[in-house]
Structures are given as structure tokens and as C-alpha cells.
């Protein structure tokens, strides 16, 4: 995965300072963002496959 | 940009942070984080394909027959696409935010009022919760990242609707053992359906609340680093250009990718609505007949190539070009089906991975299609533009069932067994995917009568509608 930094690339409507301080903090958040945000999405997936594959397996032994 | 509009603000104090400006990336937000946002959307409300799990305990429960119990599905199914057709518009006007607010509230309640509909028996509210209420949150929910994704991913646009659309055929993959567990944890009476239901609509809301608070859109004129436009236009059918979705749908364009859209899906249906019977008829006379619980697991496993096709056929069609990997899909996947009716019960292998290639086709069909809208239309109303394009899905989900079915008991009635069986249906479905091969053959580049006016510049030709793009 890589990280985009939209300041760098076009302009940003709300002209918001990103400080030394503040940016480390931002991106700190932001990682824990990406982690929970993923997370949230991937157990209940990796369920979902789980019960799949036990299923699939049923082809194999049938 | 379409919809945003700075400090005045079309929403009551309280719901001021749906607005389209609220939603705006600040400095350093990582495109990362949409995919997620759209995933906690699609993966709740693909539970719509577990319906199925509903129907056995609410028969008994409520007295109801087999038609009676599919009829809030179904009805799901119509306002989806009514909804994604008619709704398209408002979610580019308001955000993506606005959009899985109205999708999380609609799919949740629609749980709600139909556990209040079985609580107190009353079906016709559990056909109007799920069916009417719900199904406004399928549609909506289903369009509502697209156009985001887009543009927060032009360099893959494939890429990054495949994995929005492949949480749709997620969804049915957790809701289906969990409904059935908790359906065996609650009872299958009214009060354990009841129950299943209210806890169904309260944990979704909660689910796809995340969804609504992590959604952003890239600030005007953001691109990923080291990309330009340009960079895409090199094929010969992606445009610079945007064209309103009022205008789309007066391009034959738009129409020939329907015709596409309708053939694809119909044929893999084709496979899907019959797959465990298929499987069982097929080798039934064979020294190896396919047993019950094979046949489930032959199901399982076209699910799993359903929603790998969504993810691996969407991201190539960012390498090797959307007309290229339509031919693919319909010309290989005729090849697939005649393999299979030439082939007959003569190889059971071949059944299962001709089969598996159909499934993954039919996936793929639906998840590059935005990323075929946008290369043909801009990024300016794609996803009301798909969304009126997913009534070739509405289409494709009567057609499908219908020609499988009528053929397999017509045949049956004149006393054929076996794979003759569905001979005759797989020659429909050949014929169907050769005529959405065709269609998708000609498809040309929009004709710039239909592009919208180019911020200060003049447009190449006069746009037939201008839909008041503000910039």
C-alpha cells in the first residue's frame, strides 16, 4: 500500500497548515485509522471465506 | 465540482456533516482509506443474496408458501435497481456520505420494521420493510462509492470498483452463516426470527456507520502523484472528457454496454440459478454420480469464483484495456459453455472448471463495468450513469432464471434426462454472449456533441443538455 499526500499534488480547498508536530500526529492517526478501518472490514471477510472453504471442502470428500 | 456547495448548506443544522464540503480529504488522508469505507457498505448489504436463509423458518412460522417468502427479496431486488436508476443523480449531488447515510438508514430499518412485521404477524410490513425500505438502501448503497473510488483512483479504476463490488459478494458469504446461526440460536419461530431480524438491523447500522464516518472525497483537482490524465487517454476509448448522465443515456454507447451488462449476467446466472441440480443431473447416469452434499460444495465454490472474478478481472482491465477484457469475458465465456455442452457428462472436470470460468466472467462483467462507464463518460456523473445501468441487471435477474427454468422443464416433460437436460439452454446462453460480444465490438468513443463544457474553455461540440456544473 502506498500513502497519497493530496497537498503535494493539487490544491486543497481549506488551505489548512500541516505543521512538523501536527503532520506526525496526523500521520499516526491515520495509520491507526487504516488499521481499524481495514480490520473492521477483514474479520467479518475472513469469516465469510472461512465458511466458504469449509463448504468447497465438502466437493472434494463428496 | 457537481454538487458542492461551499458554505451554504442543504441540510438541517444536525445534518450538516452529510454534506458534500464536509467530506472533503484535509491534507495527508490516505486514498487507503475509501476502500474500507466502501467495503462496510457493499459487505452489509450483499446480505441480500442470504435471503434465502429466511425463507424456510418464516414458511412455517407465519404460513406463508415459497413464492409468498421470496417476495421482500424480489421486491429488494426491483427498488435496487429503481433506486440506483432514479437515485443516481441525488448521490453525486450530495456525496458519498449523504449516500451510505440513506443506505445504512434504509437497509437497517428495513431489518427493523420487519422484525416488528413477524413479531406481530403482520407479513405485508416484512414485504414493505425489506423489500420496499430496504431495497432503497441496496441501490443506493450499491452506487454510492462508485464515483468516489473513481476518482480517488483514476491510474486503477478497475482495481478500485472491483474491490467495492466483490464486498457485494461478500456479504451473502458472512450474512448466510450467521443468519443461520442465529436463527438456531434464537429459534426459528416468529420470536427467534423477530429477534434475528432486530439484531440484523442494529449490528448493519453500526457496521456501515463506519462507512459514513471514514468516507472522503479528493479535493478538486487532486490526481495521485506522478499521474496525469493523459497518461489513461492513450487508449483509443478513454476520454478527458465528462458527459452528464442525462446525456449518457442518449449515446448508443451507453446502450450497446447495457446490451453487454444484460447478455453477461444472463449467462451466468444461467449457471448460478441452477447449479446444484445442474451438477447432479449432469452425472447422474456416470459410474461417479455427484452427491447432496457435493453439489453445496459445487455452489460454494462458483461464489468464491464469482468474487475472485470481481477483484482479478477488474484489476487486469486496468492493464490490458475494458473492450479487451469484455472480449474475454463473453468470447471466452461462450467457448466455456460450448466446452460444456459438447463435452457432456464425459468429464467431470472439465464441468467444474468451465463452470468456474463462466462464474468468475459473470463477477468480472460487474465489476468493470464502472471503470467502462468512466472511461467512455468521465469521471463528472459516472455513478448516476451506472446506476441506470444496472436496470440491465434488474433485466438479466428476470431473463436469467426464466429461459434455465422454462428450458429444464420443457425438457424434462418430454422425458429427457441427464445433461440433455440443458443443452438447449446452454445454446441460448452461447447465442446470448455472442450477441453481447457484438455489442461490445461496437462501441465507439462518445461523440463530443456530448461532452460538457470544459471549465473557461469552450466544448469540441454544443452538449445537447447541461446539467448546471458548477466548478
Redesign the interface.
Same mark, same amino acid.
Given at each position: !500500500? $502506498? $500513502? %497519497?499526500? =493530496?497537498?503535494? $499534488? &493539487? =490544491?486543497?480547498?481549506?488551505g %489548512?497548515t500541516?505543521g512538523e508536530t501536527t @503532520?506526525r500526529t +496526523? &500521520?499516526g492517526g491515520?495509520a491507526v485509522? !487504516?488499521a481499524v @478501518?481495514?480490520t473492521?472490514?477483514g474479520v =467479518?471477510?475472513a469469516? @465469510?471465506?472461512w %465458511?466458504?472453504?469449509r463448504?468447497? +471442502?465438502?466437493?472434494?470428500?463428496? | 465540482m457537481p454538487g458542492d456547495d461551499g458554505l451554504r448548506s442543504r441540510f438541517p443544522i444536525s445534518f450538516r456533516f452529510l454534506d458534500r464540503s464536509r467530506t472533503v480529504a484535509p491534507p495527508g488522508w490516505s486514498r487507503w482509506l475509501v476502500p474500507p469505507a466502501a467495503l462496510s457498505v457493499h459487505l452489509a448489504i450483499g446480505q441480500a443474496y442470504a435471503w434465502s436463509v429466511f425463507k424456510p423458518p418464516l414458511e412455517s412460522a407465519l404460513g406463508l408458501s415459497g413464492t409468498a417468502s421470496a417476495l421482500p427479496f424480489q421486491l429488494g431486488i426491483v427498488m435496487l435497481g429503481l433506486s440506483a436508476a432514479f437515485g443516481g443523480t441525488l448521490v453525486e449531488r450530495n456525496g458519498p456520505r449523504w449516500a451510505m447515510f440513506v443506505s445504512m438508514t434504509c437497509f437497517s430499518s428495513g431489518f427493523l420494521l420487519s422484525a416488528l412485521g413477524v413479531a406481530t404477524r403482520q407479513y405485508w410490513l416484512v414485504v414493505l420493510g425489506y423489500g420496499f425500505v430496504g431495497g432503497i438502501g441496496l441501490g443506493i448503497g450499491y452506487i454510492s462509492p462508485v464515483s468516489t473510488l473513481i476518482k480517488w483512483f483514476p491510474d486503477r479504476p478497475g482495481m478500485a470498483t472491483g474491490i467495492a463490488i466483490m464486498g457485494f459478494g461478500g456479504g451473502a458469504l458472512i450474512a448466510s452463516p450467521w443468519s443461520a446461526a442465529m436463527l438456531e440460536s434464537f429459534g426459528a419461530g416468529a420470536g427467534g426470527i423477530a429477534t434475528t431480524f432486530l439484531v440484523h438491523g442494529v449490528i448493519y447500522a453500526l457496521f456501515m456507520s463506519m462507512g459514513v464516518l471514514l468516507v472522503r472525497v479528493p479535493p478538486d483537482g487532486w490526481l495521485p502523484r506522478g499521474w496525469t490524465p493523459a497518461r489513461a487517454a492513450v487508449r483509443p476509448l478513454v476520454t478527458t472528457a465528462d458527459v452528464s448522465a442525462r446525456n449518457a443515456i442518449r449515446t448508443p454507447q451507453f446502450w450497446c454496454l447495457w446490451v453487454v451488462l444484460c447478455c453477461n449476467v444472463t449467462a451466468g446466472i444461467g449457471i448460478l440459478e441452477k447449479a446444484a441440480p445442474m451438477i447432479r443431473d449432469f452425472f447422474a447416469g456416470t459410474a461417479t454420480p455427484v452427491a447432496a452434499g457435493a453439489a453445496a460444495g459445487f455452489v460454494a465454490l462458483l461464489s468464491l469464483a464469482n468474487m475472485t472474478g470481481r477483484i482479478v478481472w477488474s484489476s487486469t482491465s486496468d492493464l490490458i484495456g475494458r473492450k479487451n477484457v469484455y472480449r474475454l469475458y463473453l468470447g471466452a465465456g461462450a467457448l466455456l459453455y460450448l466446452a460444456i455442452a459438447l463435452a457432456g457428462d464425459a468429464s467431470k472436470p472439465l464441468f467444474i472448471v468451465a463452470a468456474l470460468g463462466i462464474l468468475s466472467f459473470y463477477g468480472g462483467g460487474f465489476a468493470t463495468v464502472p471503470a467502462y462507464l468512466k472511461d467512455l463518460f468521465g469521471t463528472y456523473q459516472v455513478g448516476a450513469i451506472h446506476g441506470r445501468l444496472l436496470t440491465a441487471w434488474s433485466t438479466a435477474g428476470v431473463l436469467g432464471p426464466l429461459i434455465v427454468n422454462a428450458v429444464a422443464d420443457a425438457q424434462e416433460a418430454a422425458g429427457r434426462s441427464g445433461p440433455a437436460l440443458y443443452t438447449t439452454s446452454l445454446y441460448i446462453m452461447i447465442a446470448l454472449l455472442v450477441g453481447g460480444f457484438t455489442a461490445n465490438e461496437l462501441i465507439r468513443p462518445v461523440h463530443p456533441r456530448f461532452h460538457e463544457p470544459a471549465a473557461g474553455a469552450p466544448a469540441a461540440g454544443r452538449p445537447l443538455t447541461t446539467e448546471g456544473r458548477q466548478s
Open positions: !500500500m $502506498t $500513502t %497519497e499526500d =493530496p497537498a503535494a $499534488t &493539487g =490544491p486543497h480547498p481549506t %489548512e500541516t @503532520g +496526523a &500521520g491515520r485509522l !487504516m @478501518g481495514w473492521w472490514v =467479518p471477510f469469516y @465469510g471465506v %465458511e466458504l472453504v463448504k468447497v +471442502a465438502q466437493l472434494f470428500a463428496g | -
